[in-house]
């Protein structure tokens, strides 16, 4: 899933919203982490370890936290 992609799940899952693509600042290129991949497939073939929760899901939910408890963190 590309950051876009995700963003626009968030936005779905969210009800509405927007965001806006910019470009990284060429003078923060020295705290760029680059590119990031993450993929639970070495613990699924050693431990059988499988999400339980999708994306969609996970990301519902923590819209409805913080939604609940916004006030904690404004």
């Known amino acids: 899933m590309t950051l ?20 990284f600042p060429a003078m923060r290129k020295k705290i760029d982490i680059g590119d990031f991949y993450a993929d639970h ?3 699924t073939a050693k ?5 339980w929760t999708s994306l969609r899901t996970a990301l519902g939910r923590t ?12």
């Open 4 to 23: 876009q992609q995700l963003a626009d799940l968030l936005v779905e899952v969210n009800g509405g919203g927007r965001f806006v693509v910019k470009r």
């Open 41 to 43: 497939g070495l613990i």
């Open 47 to 51: 431990l059988g370890w499988r999400p």
């Open 63 to 74: 819209v409805g936290y913080y939604r609940k408890e916004l006030w904690h963190y404004v």
